[in-house]
């Protein structure tokens, strides 16, 4: 440990006996954990392992039975606006009227205050991501008419406009072509390599050591977590998802 | 007796009802994006209980006074309703029937008591059921202003955070915006606005002209701004229309069909007619891409059966290029149409082959594909 003005040494994360259930049913259940900063790390575990819900946990969208989350030393109503959320695809109706810029734009709308209206400045954060993501040739495309792989960068980019510290991507993979997969997974190299942590909730393992730093074995309590090289491992994968999966080396 | 308060002109009736329909519209957009149509329903029926308890309790017919009691069954069943759904296993949509259900038929009792009453004080609160913009005093368009303004001003205001909490909740929740407020002021203007319209439109009807609007300006553009500003406008029409048509002659039809019946025909043209999203749009753009579509592999066909045949400069039969079609009635037509093209030639009396532009043509189409399988 180093003092106490290296502010390196501040985790990006820090998670302290964490318990979410539903109803009666314990969905995460005393998770502890600290990711450092500048990492890339994916979130692992079987379906139902809770990891949507360990992201929303620390979003503070859902209220936890027991335990806390710190977003780089801060309580969550504070610190929240260092993260930038990137939710599942499905979760939004894309039938709604707005376009690829009035949604991306609404990454501005946290800085913007009660009363600001996005103004040029907004409007030129929103075309900058926009062109990061491959997608201003699309701007002003009507957001039903997309398909899958650019709704994804759609939401990449509105994360992208908030400049965040940390980024929390709930399966920014689910139903993208390898080509896109691709280009998310640089953009997220570049943000890591600008400082910003990312958290990625990921479901392909084969891909796991390629694009990862870090990673979170998750299965309703945490199995492991750590560098890629010590915890993925395939006796953790065994632990976290039953004696069926290998890693197929 | 007769009317000792001033009655309006019609001029000032049809300005009240016409921002009570903007309103209407306005608000409905934010409602029916959040899939929440049925909300403003079961509270404008749940308004019927307070109205009359209150009309009972103050012994008035004062509008204010109504519309007090009005507001507050209407936000208790709006409560009522967001409980069920949270905390019971009951889903939303049994919870607004069961809501609607109670209270307006708790309404409907106490209105039958309330009107076999001796004296005649009651007479005339029938009229919220179905709405009798005819009836409007002075004062009732003045107060309706007064709540409409302040309303709209409200959703200018707060404009992006109703546009973001519709889209993506927990979106802009992670922002730090506080969404169960904002759900809150957006509820608070649907009761208050439901409360504004109850004299006009009736507690039956008043649904129809929160909903009605925005689905049909919903068809015309991709645009927050624009469909809101739209639904604001189809409802003024309708509630122009019902105040007019409801005034002519002192006729007293109830104001509220009136209305619905307006707003139902531009909901029809709209569904039908718009631009990209109509019925009758959508039917002719399929139309006319599967023409293209079938002139397409028509083409193609004959481009495959040159190049398998390659050196054979004789060319292939109507006949041959039906037998490979899936729609072989369409093939002449299509064959006429790439002749005049200049896509595809006549080599012998029959026989056709594509020409070099044919070829072009075709590989210009496909260029953003992948290679054929073979």
Not at chain 2, 188 to 204: H, K, Q
Request: charged letters at 15%; hydrophobic letters at 50%; aromatic letters at 8%.
């Amino acid at each position: 440990m180093t003092g106490p003005n290296d502010k390196k040494m501040e985790f990006a994360l820090e998670i302290n006996d964490l318990t979410v259930s539903y109803k009666d049913k314990p969905v995460l259940w005393d998770i502890d954990l600290e990711i450092p900063q500048g990492a890339l790390v994916g979130i692992v575990g079987p379906n139902g392992a809770g990891k949507t819900t360990l992201i929303k946990s620390i979003l503070g969208l859902l209220k936890p039975v027991a335990g806390s989350a710190k977003i780089l030393g801060l309580e969550i109503d504070q610190g929240i606006k260092k993260i930038a959320y990137v939710p599942q695809r499905g979760s939004v109706d894309w039938d709604f009227p707005a376009t690829v810029f009035d949604v991306v734009q609404m990454g501005t709308y946290g800085k913007l205050g009660w009363l600001g209206r996005p103004g040029i400045k907004e409007k030129k954060l929103t075309k900058d991501a926009l062109e990061k993501v491959g997608m201003l040739e699309l701007a002003h495309r009507q957001i039903s008419q997309l398909s899958g792989g650019q709704q994804q960068r759609v939401f990449l980019a509105r994360a992208l406009v908030q400049h965040a510290e940390i980024y929390l991507m709930d399966e920014p993979f689910q139903g993208v072509d390898s080509t896109t997969e691709q280009s998310i997974v640089e953009l997220l190299r570049e943000l890591r390599n600008q400082g910003a942590t990312a958290l990625v909730v990921h479901h392909d393992l084969q891909t796991v050591k390629d694009y990862f730093d870090w990673v979170v074995l998750l299965n309703v309590r945490k199995i492991a977590a750590g560098p890629v090289s010590d915890v993925f491992t395939e006796t953790n994968l065994k632990l976290a998802f039953g004696s069926r999966v290998s890693l197929g080396e | 007796m007769f009317e000792s308060l001033s009655v309006p002109g019609l001029g000032s009736v049809v300005a009240g009802t016409a921002l009570l329909g903007f309103l209407c519209g306005t608000l409905g957009t934010f409602a029916v994006l959040r899939k929440q149509s049925l909300m403003g329903d079961a509270i404008s029926h749940a308004c019927l209980p307070g109205l009359i308890l209150a009309f009972l309790l103050f012994n008035s017919k004062e509008s204010w006074a109504l519309m007090l009691g009005a507001a507050i069954s209407g936000t208790i069943a709006a409560m009522v309703i967001l409980g069920i759904s949270r905390f019971s296993r009951v889903k939303e949509d049994s919870a607004l029937a069961i809501t609607l259900s109670v209270f307006f038929g708790f309404g409907l009792m106490l209105l039958t008591w309330v009107q076999r009453r001796p004296d005649a004080a009651q007479a005339g609160l029938a009229r919220f059921l179905f709405g009798q913009a005819a009836t409007l005093l002075d004062r009732d368009v003045w107060l309706l202003a007064a709540i409409a303004i302040p309303c709209l001003i409200t959703v200018f205001i707060f404009w992006k955070h109703f546009q973001l909490v519709c889209f993506d909740r927990s979106f802009a929740q992670s922002l730090g915006f506080p969404v169960f407020l904002i759900e809150v002021l957006l509820s608070l203007l649907l009761v208050m606005v439901i409360v504004a319209g109850l004299e006009t439109v009736g507690v039956v009807l008043m649904s129809a002209l929160l909903v009605a609007p925005a689905v049909a300006a919903r068809q015309w553009t991709n645009k927050l701004e624009i469909m809101a500003i739209l639904a604001g406008v189809f409802g003024a029409f309708s509630g122009i229309a019902g105040a007019v048509l409801s005034n002519i002659g002192k006729t007293s039809i109830p104001t509220g069909p009136v209305i619905v019946l307006f707003i139902t025909l531009i909901v029809f043209l709209s569904i039908l007619f718009a631009p990209a999203r109509g019925i009758v749009w959508l039917q002719f753009k399929h139309w006319r891409d599967s023409k293209v579509l079938q002139l397409d592999s028509v083409l193609s066909n004959l481009l495959n059966l040159a190049r398998e045949h390659s050196g054979k400069q004789n060319g292939h039969s109507m006949a041959m290029l039906k037998g490979i079609s899936s729609n072989p009635s369409g093939v002449p037509r299509s064959v006429h149409k790439l002749l005049e093209m200049g896509l595809v030639s006549e080599v012998d009396k029959g026989l056709y082959i594509p020409t070099s532009k044919g070829a072009e043509y075709l590989n210009e189409k496909t260029s953003h594909m992948g290679a054929p399988l073979k």
